[in-house]
Nanobody, 121 residues
Framework: QVQLVESGGGLVQAGGSLRLSCAAS????????MGWYRQAPGKQRELVAT???????NYADSVKGRFTVIRDNAKNTVYLQMNSLKPEDTAVYYC???????????????WGQGTQVTVSS
């Protein structure tokens, strides 16, 4: 079992900034990748940004140039720096982790509880 603890959500005005964090704890051999997804009311969950242990990143087109995903491998923590926020960014943001459970291999996927981000106009 792996636990993902998220923090940093809140209410900001359009054009403002917010920084989300997610720390992984529990039993696992290694974390291959971490990242963020979001879900707005009435919409499907969508990828925001991911980063591998090697530093390779992937961003949704809607956030490129505004959001940055950062990983601290030593702390098993991932951050999402959100700048130039828009009302369209309003959603529940979920931390994601893809872990290797043992030295033998395998793959397990975990999700955080979610943190609310609200951008007002």
């Amino acid at each position: 079992q792996v636990q993902l603890v998220e923090s940093g959500g809140g209410l900001v005005q359009a054009g403002g900034s917010l920084r989300l964090s997610c720390a992984a704890s529990g039993t696992f051999f290694s974390i291959n990748a971490m990242g963020w997804y979001r879900q707005a009311p009435g919409k499907q969950r969508e990828l925001v940004a991911t980063i591998t242990s090697g530093g390779s990143t992937n961003y949704a087109d809607s956030v490129k140039g505004r959001f940055t995903v950062i990983r601290d491998n030593a702390k098993n923590t991932v951050y999402l720096q959100m700048n130039s926020l828009k009302p369209e960014d309003t959603a529940v943001y979920y931390c994601y982790s893809y872990v290797i459970p043992t030295e033998w291999g395998g793959r397990l996927d975990y999700w955080g509880q979610g943190t609310q981000v609200t951008v007002s106009s």
